[in-house]
């Protein structure tokens, strides 16, 4: 949900989800993406700190080493020591802090031909934007928000695959075990990238909205993200 605060004690809804919260749709593709091992060390059934962990594991910290004695390379933690700083910084600030392309290597698409590109996969699938492939567009620039495509789209994914040739589903089902941990931290990704995307377009959207509405009021200078999925760094970064 969006809301726009006033003061103290007035604000305005400007967009909400039409479906499902995006808590409860990283909690349903960690259930069918993350492998069985991982599920089992959580502590609750909230898996999206644990997809988020899972996602990025092979870019942090210690990672097996490529050698056949097992041995483990120690790698620098690129979270920072405090991954919530309240500093009045700018995006751009925050980017040189934290290194751009330290663990999560994205950049904002220039275009829409450059948005389809990044997304396709070696896989053969590509998880875009919820409500970007709608018909005729219409949506792509509403101020709602959608969750339970992105949800079905993964499930799919999962359980089919997907054929490279012809751009569909597989027909068969395949098992939990042919699909590799690759190809499972790159779901747990493109499906985070999808998710945050579509908020943070509409937070964009937002403040356009809210630019028109109100012409006369000094701009928007805060943003404030609470609740559960604002704990996740990916989010934070884009």
């Not at 400007?14 to 993406?33: F, N, P, Y």
């Not at 995006?91 to 290597?105: F, K, L, Q």
């Not at 597989?170 to 690759?182: F, V």
């Not at 999808?194 to 356009?208: C, D, P, S, T």
Request: proline share 5%.
């Amino acid at each position: 949900m969006l809301l726009y605060t006033a003061s103290l004690t007035e604000h305005s809804m400007i967009a909400t989800t039409v479906d499902a919260a995006i808590g409860d749709c990283l909690d349903k593709i960690a259930r069918v993406v993350l492998p069985p091992e991982t599920i089992s060390t959580a502590k609750n059934t909230m898996y999206g700190a644990l997809l988020e962990e899972f996602a990025f594991a092979e870019n942090s910290r210690t990672l097996p080493s490529s050698s056949q004695n097992g041995s483990k390379i120690e790698t620098p933690d690129p979270q920072p020591q405090n991954p919530y700083p309240q500093e009045d910084i700018t995006a751009g600030d925050y980017c040189v802090t934290n290194g751009r392309t330290a663990i999560y290597e994205y950049a904002v698409p220039r275009n829409r031909e450059e948005e389809l590109r990044r997304n396709m996969t070696q896989w053969g699938w590509a998880i875009n934007e919820p409500l970007s492939m709608t018909s005729g567009g219409m949506k792509s620039r509403s101020l709602e928000l959608s969750f339970t495509g992105l949800t079905t789209k993964v499930e799919r994914l999962i359980r089919h695959g997907m054929d490279r040739e012809t751009g569909k589903f597989n027909k068969t089902e395949r098992l939990p075990n042919c699909i590799s941990l690759e190809e499972r931290r790159a779901i747990a990704r493109e499906a985070m990238r999808a998710a945050f995307e579509h908020l943070a377009n509409r937070v964009v959207l937002g403040l356009q909205h809210i630019a028109v509405e109100t012409a006369n009021a000094s701009p928007v200078a805060t943003i404030v993200m609470s609740g559960g999925v604002a704990a996740n760094r990916f989010l934070r970064y884009m």
